[in-house]
Protein backbone atom coordinates (compact mmCIF):
# COMPACT_ATOMS: atom_id res chain seq x y z
CA UNK A 1 0.00 0.00 0.00
CA UNK A 2 1.31 3.39 -1.03
CA UNK A 3 2.68 5.13 2.45
CA UNK A 4 0.59 8.49 1.81
CA UNK A 5 -2.70 6.19 1.46
CA UNK A 6 -1.45 4.33 4.78
CA UNK A 7 -1.43 7.47 6.43
CA UNK A 8 -4.54 9.22 5.12
CA UNK A 9 -5.99 5.93 6.36
CA UNK A 10 -5.00 7.04 10.07
CA UNK A 11 -5.74 10.47 9.90
CA UNK A 12 -8.70 9.94 12.59
CA UNK A 13 -6.38 8.07 14.89
CA UNK A 14 -3.88 11.07 14.77
CA UNK A 15 -6.49 13.34 14.79
CA UNK A 16 -8.30 11.17 18.06
CA UNK A 17 -5.65 10.60 20.10
CA UNK A 18 -4.13 14.21 19.93
CA UNK A 19 -7.30 15.19 20.98
CA UNK A 20 -7.60 13.04 23.59
CA UNK A 21 -4.27 14.37 24.94
CA UNK A 22 -4.52 17.32 24.77
CA UNK A 23 -7.62 16.98 27.34
CA UNK A 24 -5.63 15.04 29.37
CA UNK A 25 -2.45 15.83 29.56
CA UNK A 26 -0.29 19.01 29.23
CA UNK A 27 2.14 19.48 26.23
CA UNK A 28 5.02 17.08 26.13
CA UNK A 29 7.79 19.29 25.43
CA UNK A 30 8.03 19.88 29.32
CA UNK A 31 8.04 16.00 30.05
CA UNK A 32 6.31 16.84 33.53
CA UNK A 33 3.28 16.23 35.51
CA UNK A 34 1.55 19.13 35.16
CA UNK A 35 0.50 19.39 39.05
CA UNK A 36 0.53 22.75 40.30
CA UNK A 37 1.50 23.89 43.19
CA UNK A 38 1.30 27.14 45.13
CA UNK A 39 4.01 26.79 47.21
CA UNK A 40 5.82 29.86 47.82
CA UNK A 41 9.28 30.46 46.63
CA UNK A 42 12.37 29.47 48.99
CA UNK A 43 15.60 30.25 48.51
CA UNK A 44 18.75 28.82 50.60
CA UNK A 45 22.03 29.09 50.92
CA UNK A 46 24.25 26.29 52.03
CA UNK A 47 27.81 26.38 52.33
CA UNK A 48 29.46 22.84 49.86
CA UNK A 49 32.79 21.72 50.69
CA UNK A 50 34.41 24.85 49.27
CA UNK A 51 32.97 27.23 51.50
CA UNK A 52 31.25 28.62 47.98
CA UNK A 53 27.68 29.47 48.96
CA UNK A 54 24.85 27.57 46.39
CA UNK A 55 21.84 28.56 45.82
CA UNK A 56 19.17 26.43 46.59
CA UNK A 57 15.43 27.70 45.30
CA UNK A 58 12.22 26.13 45.04
CA UNK A 59 8.65 26.89 43.56
CA UNK A 60 6.17 24.25 43.80
CA UNK A 61 7.85 21.84 41.46
CA UNK A 62 10.34 23.74 40.09
CA UNK A 63 13.99 23.97 41.78
CA UNK A 64 17.09 25.13 41.32
CA UNK A 65 20.13 23.41 42.57
CA UNK A 66 23.83 24.80 42.11
CA UNK A 67 23.80 26.44 38.94
CA UNK A 68 20.77 23.71 37.37
CA UNK A 69 17.01 24.67 37.42
CA UNK A 70 14.45 21.13 37.36
CA UNK A 71 11.46 19.97 38.63
CA UNK A 72 10.10 17.71 41.54
CA UNK A 73 9.40 14.38 39.69
CA UNK A 74 6.05 12.90 41.13
CA UNK A 75 5.91 10.24 43.56
CA UNK A 76 6.38 7.39 41.84
CA UNK A 77 2.94 5.83 40.57
CA UNK A 78 2.86 2.02 40.30
CA UNK A 79 0.13 2.14 37.84
CA UNK A 80 2.28 4.21 35.33
CA UNK A 81 5.21 2.10 35.32
CA UNK A 82 2.65 -0.86 35.05
CA UNK A 83 1.16 0.64 32.35
CA UNK A 84 4.58 1.57 30.52
CA UNK A 85 5.43 -2.30 30.42
CA UNK A 86 1.97 -3.52 29.71
CA UNK A 87 2.17 -1.17 26.20
CA UNK A 88 5.63 -2.09 25.53
CA UNK A 89 4.49 -5.79 25.46
CA UNK A 90 1.75 -4.81 23.58
CA UNK A 91 3.25 -3.67 20.95
CA UNK A 92 6.17 -7.23 20.94
CA UNK A 93 3.59 -9.27 20.80
CA UNK A 94 0.94 -7.30 17.90
CA UNK A 95 4.10 -6.50 15.34
CA UNK A 96 7.57 -8.23 16.64
CA UNK A 97 6.87 -11.66 18.27
CA UNK A 98 6.91 -13.40 15.04
CA UNK A 99 9.69 -11.54 13.58
CA UNK A 100 13.55 -11.70 13.88
CA UNK A 101 14.27 -8.26 15.36
CA UNK A 102 16.64 -7.45 17.92
CA UNK A 103 14.55 -5.16 20.44
CA UNK A 104 16.00 -2.93 23.08
CA UNK A 105 14.67 -0.90 25.46
CA UNK A 106 16.47 2.25 27.57
CA UNK A 107 15.51 4.43 30.10
CA UNK A 108 16.60 8.11 29.49
CA UNK A 109 17.38 9.44 33.18
CA UNK A 110 16.20 13.06 34.44
CA UNK A 111 18.88 15.18 35.76
CA UNK A 112 17.83 14.99 39.15
CA UNK A 113 19.67 11.44 39.35
CA UNK A 114 22.81 13.37 39.38
CA UNK A 115 21.22 16.67 41.28
CA UNK A 116 20.17 14.09 44.30
CA UNK A 117 23.78 13.78 45.11
CA UNK A 118 24.64 16.99 45.56
CA UNK A 119 25.44 17.86 49.21
CA UNK A 120 23.03 20.79 48.94
CA UNK A 121 20.09 18.78 47.62
CA UNK A 122 19.40 16.88 51.36
CA UNK A 123 15.84 18.84 51.19
CA UNK A 124 14.72 18.33 48.07
CA UNK A 125 12.25 15.50 47.52
CA UNK A 126 14.09 12.49 45.23
CA UNK A 127 11.51 9.42 43.21
CA UNK A 128 12.71 6.20 43.45
CA UNK A 129 15.11 5.98 40.25
CA UNK A 130 16.03 2.16 41.01
CA UNK A 131 12.44 1.19 41.54
CA UNK A 132 11.51 2.54 38.73
CA UNK A 133 14.41 1.26 36.35
CA UNK A 134 13.78 -2.52 37.96
CA UNK A 135 10.45 -2.49 37.62
CA UNK A 136 10.54 -1.43 34.09
CA UNK A 137 13.59 -3.34 32.59
CA UNK A 138 12.19 -6.49 34.71
CA UNK A 139 8.55 -6.37 32.96
CA UNK A 140 10.46 -6.02 29.55
CA UNK A 141 13.09 -8.57 29.87
CA UNK A 142 11.47 -11.83 28.15
CA UNK A 143 11.66 -9.84 24.69
CA UNK A 144 14.06 -6.27 25.34
CA UNK A 145 17.97 -6.23 26.04
CA UNK A 146 18.17 -3.33 28.90
CA UNK A 147 20.80 -1.00 28.05
CA UNK A 148 21.95 1.34 31.02
CA UNK A 149 22.52 5.10 30.03
CA UNK A 150 22.37 6.07 33.98
CA UNK A 151 26.24 5.36 34.12
CA UNK A 152 27.13 6.69 31.06
CA UNK A 153 25.75 10.52 31.76
CA UNK A 154 26.29 13.06 34.35
CA UNK A 155 24.93 16.27 35.60
CA UNK A 156 27.06 18.07 33.37
CA UNK A 157 25.41 16.47 30.02
CA UNK A 158 21.95 18.22 30.53
CA UNK A 159 21.26 21.97 29.99
CA UNK A 160 21.13 24.10 32.90
CA UNK A 161 17.79 25.54 31.77
CA UNK A 162 15.91 22.69 30.53
CA UNK A 163 14.96 19.00 31.37
CA UNK A 164 16.59 17.41 28.30
CA UNK A 165 20.61 16.42 27.84
CA UNK A 166 22.80 18.81 25.39
CA UNK A 167 23.68 17.03 22.33
CA UNK A 168 27.42 17.15 23.36
CA UNK A 169 26.92 13.67 25.06
CA UNK A 170 25.03 11.86 22.06
CA UNK A 171 27.55 10.34 20.37
CA UNK A 172 28.55 8.31 23.53
CA UNK A 173 24.95 7.68 24.08
CA UNK A 174 24.53 6.15 20.33
CA UNK A 175 27.18 4.19 20.50
CA UNK A 176 26.47 2.28 23.77
CA UNK A 177 22.82 1.52 21.78
CA UNK A 178 24.54 0.67 18.63
CA UNK A 179 26.36 -1.96 21.02
CA UNK A 180 23.69 -3.61 22.46
CA UNK A 181 22.50 -3.89 18.13
CA UNK A 182 25.45 -5.74 17.93
CA UNK A 183 26.92 -3.03 15.72
CA UNK A 184 30.03 -2.10 16.60
CA UNK A 185 30.77 1.06 15.79
CA UNK A 186 31.77 4.90 17.60
CA UNK A 187 29.89 7.48 16.27
CA UNK A 188 31.61 10.34 15.88
CA UNK A 189 30.04 13.40 14.32
CA UNK A 190 31.16 17.35 14.26
CA UNK A 191 29.42 19.60 17.25
CA UNK A 192 28.95 22.94 16.01
CA UNK A 193 27.91 25.71 18.62
CA UNK A 194 25.68 28.44 17.79
CA UNK A 195 25.82 31.84 18.40
CA UNK A 196 21.78 31.63 19.66
CA UNK A 197 21.36 31.62 23.51
CA UNK A 198 19.60 28.24 24.57
CA UNK A 199 16.03 29.22 25.97
CA UNK A 200 15.12 26.22 27.99
CA UNK A 201 11.64 24.70 29.79
CA UNK A 202 12.31 26.81 32.80
CA UNK A 203 13.34 30.15 31.61
CA UNK A 204 9.95 31.45 31.71
CA UNK A 205 9.41 30.51 35.38
CA UNK A 206 12.76 31.37 36.67
CA UNK A 207 12.70 34.87 35.01
CA UNK A 208 8.87 35.53 36.18
CA UNK A 209 10.48 34.77 39.50
CA UNK A 210 13.94 36.74 39.39
CA UNK A 211 15.85 33.68 39.80
CA UNK A 212 17.33 33.55 36.13
CA UNK A 213 20.43 34.88 37.06
CA UNK A 214 21.30 31.85 39.62
CA UNK A 215 21.44 29.48 36.66
CA UNK A 216 24.04 28.36 34.36
CA UNK A 217 23.69 29.70 30.79
CA UNK A 218 22.85 27.84 27.80
CA UNK A 219 24.29 27.63 24.08
CA UNK A 220 22.41 25.85 21.36
CA UNK A 221 24.55 23.31 19.22
CA UNK A 222 23.85 20.64 16.77
CA UNK A 223 25.86 17.94 14.36
CA UNK A 224 27.31 18.50 11.16
CA UNK A 225 28.54 16.33 9.25
CA UNK A 226 29.08 14.66 5.29
CA UNK A 227 26.19 11.62 6.65
CA UNK A 228 23.90 14.30 8.05
CA UNK A 229 24.17 17.06 5.01
CA UNK A 230 22.21 14.57 2.78
CA UNK A 231 19.87 12.83 5.78
CA UNK A 232 16.30 13.83 4.27
CA UNK A 233 13.60 14.03 6.59
CA UNK A 234 9.20 13.25 6.03
CA UNK A 235 7.11 14.44 8.90
CA UNK A 236 3.45 12.95 9.48
CA UNK A 237 1.40 15.68 11.28
CA UNK A 238 -2.44 14.84 11.38
CA UNK A 239 -1.54 12.02 8.88
CA UNK A 240 -0.17 14.49 5.88
CA UNK A 241 3.53 14.06 4.87
CA UNK A 242 5.16 16.92 4.66
CA UNK A 243 9.00 17.77 4.18
CA UNK A 244 10.72 18.26 7.41
CA UNK A 245 14.45 19.15 8.91
CA UNK A 246 16.76 17.91 11.43
CA UNK A 247 17.71 21.20 12.82
CA UNK A 248 14.70 23.81 12.24
CA UNK A 249 16.61 27.44 13.24
CA UNK A 250 12.72 29.10 13.27
CA UNK A 251 12.04 27.72 16.80
CA UNK A 252 15.17 28.12 17.60
CA UNK A 253 14.19 31.38 18.68
CA UNK A 254 10.94 30.78 20.42
CA UNK A 255 9.80 30.38 23.69
CA UNK A 256 11.44 26.31 24.12
CA UNK A 257 14.77 26.05 22.37
CA UNK A 258 14.82 22.84 22.47
CA UNK A 259 11.86 22.35 19.69
CA UNK A 260 14.83 23.16 17.37
CA UNK A 261 15.93 19.50 17.31
CA UNK A 262 13.44 17.58 14.47
CA UNK A 263 10.95 20.66 15.05
CA UNK A 264 9.81 19.00 18.12
CA UNK A 265 7.54 16.11 18.54
CA UNK A 266 5.68 14.95 15.96
CA UNK A 267 3.62 11.61 15.67
CA UNK A 268 6.02 9.83 13.07
CA UNK A 269 8.49 11.23 11.48
CA UNK A 270 11.05 8.87 8.73
CA UNK A 271 14.76 10.07 8.50
CA UNK A 272 16.31 8.98 5.43
CA UNK A 273 20.62 8.43 5.36
CA UNK A 274 21.86 7.81 1.49
CA UNK A 275 25.55 7.37 3.34
CA UNK A 276 24.25 5.28 5.89
CA UNK A 277 26.88 2.46 7.05
CA UNK A 278 24.22 -0.32 6.36
CA UNK A 279 21.02 -0.74 4.61
CA UNK A 280 19.44 -1.89 7.88
CA UNK A 281 16.15 0.00 9.68
CA UNK A 282 15.61 1.30 13.16
CA UNK A 283 12.19 1.95 14.60
CA UNK A 284 12.26 4.45 18.07
CA UNK A 285 9.63 4.73 20.18
CA UNK A 286 10.33 7.71 21.60
CA UNK A 287 9.58 11.07 23.84
CA UNK A 288 10.78 14.15 22.98
CA UNK A 289 14.97 13.35 24.13
CA UNK A 290 15.31 11.19 21.08
CA UNK A 291 14.70 14.43 18.72
CA UNK A 292 18.38 15.53 19.28
CA UNK A 293 20.16 12.17 19.39
CA UNK A 294 18.27 10.25 16.73
CA UNK A 295 20.15 11.98 13.83
CA UNK A 296 23.04 10.28 15.19
CA UNK A 297 21.75 6.57 14.37
CA UNK A 298 21.15 8.22 10.48
CA UNK A 299 25.82 6.82 10.25
CA UNK A 300 24.33 3.70 10.35
CA UNK A 301 20.84 3.03 10.16
CA UNK A 302 19.49 3.88 6.34
CA UNK A 303 16.01 4.43 7.88
CA UNK A 304 15.06 6.00 10.88
CA UNK A 305 11.69 5.93 12.10
CA UNK A 306 10.54 7.94 15.00
CA UNK A 307 7.18 6.68 16.48
CA UNK A 308 5.64 9.25 19.39
CA UNK A 309 2.94 6.91 21.17
CA UNK A 310 1.38 10.63 22.74
CA UNK A 311 0.41 11.68 19.41
CA UNK A 312 -0.54 8.31 17.51
CA UNK A 313 -2.24 4.97 18.93
CA UNK A 314 0.07 2.08 18.97
CA UNK A 315 -3.27 0.35 17.53
CA UNK A 316 -2.50 1.13 14.31
CA UNK A 317 1.28 0.95 13.44
CA UNK A 318 0.73 -1.83 11.34
CA UNK A 319 -1.66 0.38 8.98
CA UNK A 320 1.77 2.00 7.74
CA UNK A 321 4.90 0.71 9.15
CA UNK A 322 6.48 -2.72 8.04
CA UNK A 323 8.56 -3.86 10.78
CA UNK A 324 9.97 -6.48 8.71
CA UNK A 325 13.93 -6.97 10.14
CA UNK A 326 13.84 -3.82 11.61
CA UNK A 327 15.42 -2.91 14.93
CA UNK A 328 13.35 -1.26 17.60
CA UNK A 329 14.72 0.91 20.09
CA UNK A 330 12.35 1.80 23.29
CA UNK A 331 13.74 4.97 24.89
CA UNK A 332 11.99 6.77 27.15
CA UNK A 333 13.10 9.22 30.20
CA UNK A 334 11.76 8.91 33.53
CA UNK A 335 9.57 11.97 33.60
CA UNK A 336 7.57 9.82 30.63
CA UNK A 337 7.69 6.38 32.21
CA UNK A 338 6.19 8.02 35.38
CA UNK A 339 3.11 9.39 33.52
CA UNK A 340 2.73 6.85 30.66
CA UNK A 341 -0.80 7.12 30.32
CA UNK A 342 -0.16 10.23 27.69
CA UNK A 343 0.97 7.19 25.34
CA UNK A 344 -1.72 4.80 24.26
Not at 64 to 80: D, F, K, N, Q
Not at 198 to 208: D, I, K, P, Q, W
Not at 315 to 343: E, K
Amino acid sequence: MNNKNRLYKVLPYFIGVSLLLGCTAEKPDKESDGESNQTQPVIHETTVETDEAVPTYRNGDTIVIGSHASEVLSPLREPMLDWTVSLMQSIYDTYLSNGTHQVVLSIVPDKNVYLQNEPHAADIPFAEYDHLVSKVRDGCAEFANYVDLFSVLSLSDYYYTDIHWKPSCLPRVASRICDAFGIDAEIKSTEVVSNESFVGTYTAALTESGQLDIVGTDTLSYFEDDVLSHVTVTDYKDGTPSDGVLYNPETAKKEKSYDFYLSGSIPLQVLHSPNAATEKSLVIFRDSFASSLAPLFCHIYQTVTLVDLRYISSAVLGDYIDFTDQDILFLYSTHIINRSMVMK
